[in-house]
């Protein structure tokens, strides 16, 4: 399953029944965790000044809206977004801020240890989160933000 099938899951109309709010949380970061980078956005719809539109972005230049009615996540992506605020205060002990900030979270994935970066911005007028992931193993070629040391080649 790709990032995209599994936001797709997420934010399906499928009703979610015992899962709350952290649940939709965590299964966000899993999802991010897992691809380097992963953009969600509610924003007016540019036919409608009134509809909302949840456009998402993973690993590609290219946005596409969520093909989901509006009601799906309208009511979830604001608090989704306070959720993460908290997450990144008690994880890292950045202030908590629910309309904006930036915090990095240590995670495991497929290919070893990462660095989580989560932006978020939470107001009446922007609503979006970026998350973009650095393994930091040393098969890695990028390591916290900057270009890993290559290791010595055997001599031949």
Known sequence: MTATDSLLDLFSPTP???????????????????TDYVRLENRRGEDDPFKRELIYQVDSPTAEVLPLPQQQYQRL??????????????????????YSGCFT??????????????????????QWVRFTRTM??????VANGTPAATAPQPAA
Do not use: C, M
């Open 105 to 126: 979270l240590v995670r495991s994935s497929r290919g070893g240890r990462v660095l989580l970066r989560v932006e978020y911005q939470n107001t009446t007028a922007e």
């Open 16 to 34: 979610r029944a015992g899962k709350d709010l952290v649940w939709f949380g965590d299964e966000l970061i899993n999802i991010a965790q897992h």
């Open 77 to 98: 992506f604001r608090p989704l977004l306070a959720r993460l605020a908290t997450l990144g205060a008690d994880e890292t002990g950045t202030p908590w801020d629910p």
């Open 136 to 141: 930091t193993d040393r098969h890695s070629p």
